[in-house]
């Protein structure tokens, strides 16, 4: 739940779904009351007219006899049972009634009405609640006549109801509209951020190099300081890159000239002094190397737009290398599950994988494999052989700078180091396992980008 508020769009869509059902509620409401007043009013209104009309029609003979000149305009007053009812009573008791009631009673409420006074009651009629208009009628024979006159309540109920329910359907498809409106005006407000998001993506996979700069007004502005974050970031990365190569070209010409003064020395019969000066010499060389290569990794960590291509960095390597140890036919194999993008420089990323692979072949009796699969938000490199392998305990030492297990091999013993450094600077891992080949197994964990 607390992720879903952290959403601009949840937010604008669910505060405009919050003002437009209640704007919408409370219209409803107000509507429903002020038609539930005009009907009712129309109701009571049709009653007065009806009730004038039956004063009119009553006709007292001279034995006192109630009658009526001729039936009432309004035919509804005639079914059984129909809603609309009449009685007229004299003071003796005579009374006549509407035929709607059909021979049945309609009591009307004590006390009389004053002359010209017309009084609104609710009465039991035959079929419910009825509303009663309520007059006196004068009788030029005696005391007033009473007059009531009414429709049942239920049929004023299923006229608000059959409103009402017409009324909430209305509704529900204008704020169902609306907020369908609000979404899509949300959604078309919230473009240019989407755009951005994409953008960064793509500069953050390595595909982009800065953001577009042509986005409305209230985006520009963040784009154009990112943009300038970015180029800075890159141009002081491009000055660490220059400086490390400065200093490894300023260190490794001295060591070049050291290295052949040390041959001088042995062409003259100073061997003990030549292989002093070489052993130091290629300690000096693995430091550079190593603290090169960690320094240009730890300035490429984290840095936007470093991303590699597993399959663009593996593939020339496995080429090189199948050509390279062809004379020992042993052959490299690779085998794609997925093509993840990881968030490594693509030139360490090539350095890894090649120490790996380098060492996969020097150790190999005929195959080497490569399989490259995904794992959650992890790639994984798994790089077996069918090499002579490795015991357990040795699986940690092999990983210390410049330690090597068999001197017979060529190499210096400091890709393994170099490995670990680099794949732990970039937030991976790296480990050993035998293999099913029966060699050594080393799986390489990086961190993937997903776009």
């Known amino acids: 739940m607390r992720q879903l508020w952290t959403s601009f769009r949840t937010r604008l869509i669910v ?220 141009e002081m990365l491009r000055r660490a890159r220059t400086q490390a190569g400065n200093l490894a070209h300023a260190l490794k010409t001295p060591l070049a000239v050291l290295t052949d003064e040390a041959g001088r020395l042995r062409a003259v019969g100073q061997n003990e002094t030549a292989d002093v000066i070489e052993l130091q010499c290629e300690r000096m060389r693995r430091q550079i190397d190593y603290q090169l290569a960690r320094a240009r990794a730890v300035a490429l960590k984290r840095s936007p737009g470093v991303a590699a291509d597993v399959r663009s960095s593996l593939d020339p390597i496995v080429a090189a290398l199948s050509r390279l140890y062809s004379r020992r036919d042993v052959v490299f194999s690779v085998t794609y599950q997925d093509q993840p993008i990881v968030a490594l420089d693509a030139q360490d990323l090539s350095e890894i994988v090649g120490n790996v692979l380098d060492n996969a072949g020097k150790w190999a009796r005929s195959r080497t494999e490569v399989l490259v699969r995904r794992r959650g938000d992890f790639a994984e490199i798994v790089v077996d052989d069918d090499g002579p392998g490795l015991p357990p305990e040795a699986y940690e030492h092999v990983f210390g700078l410049g330690e090597r297990l068999d001197e017979r091999t060529p190499g210096h013993g400091l890709g393994l180091s170099i490995v670990r450094d680099l794949v732990e600077l970039y937030e991976g891992s790296v480990a050993l396992y035998l293999a099913p080949l029966g060699g050594l197994r080393v799986i390489m964990t990086f961190p993937s980008i997903t776009e």
Do not use: C
């Open 15 to 234: 505060g405009a779904a919050i003002w437009i059902i209640a704007g919408l509620t409370v219209s409803g409401v107000l509507l429903s009351e002020l038609f539930r007043a005009h009907v009712t009013q129309q109701f009571d209104d049709e009653l007065h007219g009806h009730a004038a009309e039956l004063a009119a029609l009553i006709d007292i003979g001279p034995d006192g006899k109630l009658s009526l000149h001729r039936r009432l305009s309004d035919p509804r007053f005639l079914p059984k049972d129909s809603g609309f009812y009449w009685r007229v009573e004299a003071a003796g008791g005579q009374a006549i009634t509407s035929p709607s009631l059909a021979g049945r009673d309609l009591p009307l409420p004590d006390p009389l009405p004053a002359p010209g006074v017309e009084r609104h009651v609710f009465v039991e009629g035959p079929s419910g609640q009825l509303r009663l208009v309520e007059r006196s009628v004068a009788n030029p024979h005696g005391p007033p006549l009473r007059l009531g006159i009414g429709v049942d309540q239920r049929l004023l109920d299923e006229v608000l109801g059959r409103f009402n329910w017409t009324l909430f359907l209305s509704l529900t498809i204008v704020a169902s509209g609306l907020i369908g409106a609000a979404m899509l005006q949300v959604w078309f407000g919230l473009r240019p951020l989407t755009r951005m998001r994409h953008a960064l993506s793509a500069v953050r996979m390595g595909k982009a190099s800065r953001l577009p700069e042509d986005l409305p007004s209230e985006v520009r502005p963040l784009a154009i300081d990112l943009n300038a974050l970015l180029e800075g970031n890159l």
